[in-house]
């Protein structure tokens, strides 16, 4: 699976927009992008994914560059309850290697 | 609906002993996977199971072991414990297995080998 770069650690205040940086620069064509994160205590959760358009849902959205060598997670603001590490991570639609790749991931702290 | 559910939440054993994790699936999911999490190694595939076959294994020695059931109840086994695999161990359902439909993890089992 190709690598991604994530900062170790980000802040962000309270109600604010936050923009959690992910480099992939050798993804292939076939690689989906997602993202997961981890509350304290808890296993990681799904919050979003996509190929080559940027996707939107109730969580989150992912911009996604033209050349896709990187990508953005936005949350468009932030509460308490965001304050975890988030995980980028790339994967193909491949059978028989199902498994994800975690990284070390980004822990975003969120200023009350 | 009922997500994933990993028992027990918390376990205690000692260098030597055996250890055997649960982890019940989302209902429909017949992917299950399971990763160890560790301070220093950070989140590591164990392995996954697709119809009770074991359809991809990470690099772990062989006294890390699982199996699925019918019901895609899977279980895992830890032998000859050492103080290395005091872990987070988690588990995680898929609907198909393919990583194009997100997983879902449990809260995890919390192991402590002393």
């Keep these: ?112 | 609906k009922a997500g994933v559910t990993q028992t027990p939440r918390y376990l205690i054993k000692t260098r030597g002993q055996q250890v055997t994790l649960s982890c019940s699936p989302i209902s429909g999911h017949r992917s299950v996977s399971w990763y160890q999490q560790t301070p220093g190694q950070g989140l590591q595939f164990l392995f996954e199971y697709f119809s009770e076959t074991q359809r991809n294994k990470g690099n772990f020695p062989g006294r890390f072991s699982g199996r699925q059931f019918s019901n895609s109840r899977s279980e895992m086994n830890v032998s000859t414990l050492e103080l290395g695999d005091s872990a987070l161990y988690l588990c995680a359902s898929s609907l198909a297995g393919s990583r194009l439909y997100g997983y879902t993890f449990g809260s995890g089992t919390r192991l402590t080998v002393v």
């Design chain 1, 1 to 112: 699976d190709a690598k991604t770069t994530q900062p170790n650690s980000m802040e962000s205040n309270e109600e604010e927009p936050v923009h959690l940086p992910c480099n992939h620069s050798t993804i292939s064509g076939t690689d989906y992008i997602h993202w997961y994160r981890q509350l304290p205590s808890q296993g990681p959760e799904y919050v979003i994914h996509g190929l080559t358009s940027n996707v939107n849902n109730r969580m989150a959205s992912l911009a996604i560059a033209e050349d896709r060598k990187s990508s953005t997670l936005i949350l468009h603001r932030a509460t308490l309850r965001d304050a975890a590490v988030y995980y980028c991570i790339l994967s193909g639609d491949q059978t028989g290697a199902n498994n994800l790749f975690f990284g070390t991931g980004t822990r975003l702290t969120v200023i009350p």
